[in-house]
């Protein structure tokens, strides 16, 4: 149940994306195009100088290694919380799971089963050994 709600809204958000796109296409023009080209340039100058080397590189190493450990760090909280989510499905499964079986205490077997399993009490009869 808990997963339902970031799936629908995720499902709902690129939903939302796609529908924004087919509309921007069909009118022909963007939304906040200038301040989106703008991000979009100051974004590529940015990666540029990162990977081509435009800022020293003890800040770019620095940079990278903060980038590593947050990477590393969020991995680790997401498998963490995958985990506490799989344990707890797991005993909610497990807690479903009917605790005996209905056994039959003295009555005989119906007619189906006498039919389909030999007899068990002559250990030669039936072809059985």
Do not use: C, Q
């Not at 939304?31 to 940015?46: C, E, K, N, Y």
């Not at 760090?73 to 005996?100: D, I, K, N, Q, Y």
């Amino acid at each position: 149940m808990t997963g339902l709600i970031p799936f629908s809204v995720g499902l709902v958000g690129l939903v939302l994306f796609i529908a924004l796109r087919f509309f921007e296409e069909g009118r022909g023009a963007r939304f906040f195009a200038d301040p989106r080209a703008s991000l979009d340039a100051s974004v590529t100058r940015i990666w540029r100088a990162l990977v081509l080397g435009g800022i020293p590189h003890s800040y770019r190493r620095d940079l990278f290694h903060m980038l590593r450990r947050v990477i590393h760090s969020s991995v680790v909280f997401l498998a963490t919380f995958l985990r506490r989510v799989e344990r707890m499905l797991s005993r909610a499964g497990h807690s479903l799971r009917p605790t005996r079986t209905e056994r039959s205490h003295g009555r005989d077997p119906s007619a189906f089963l006498k039919t389909i399993a030999p007899d068990k009490k002559g250990n030669g009869e039936n072809g059985m050994i």
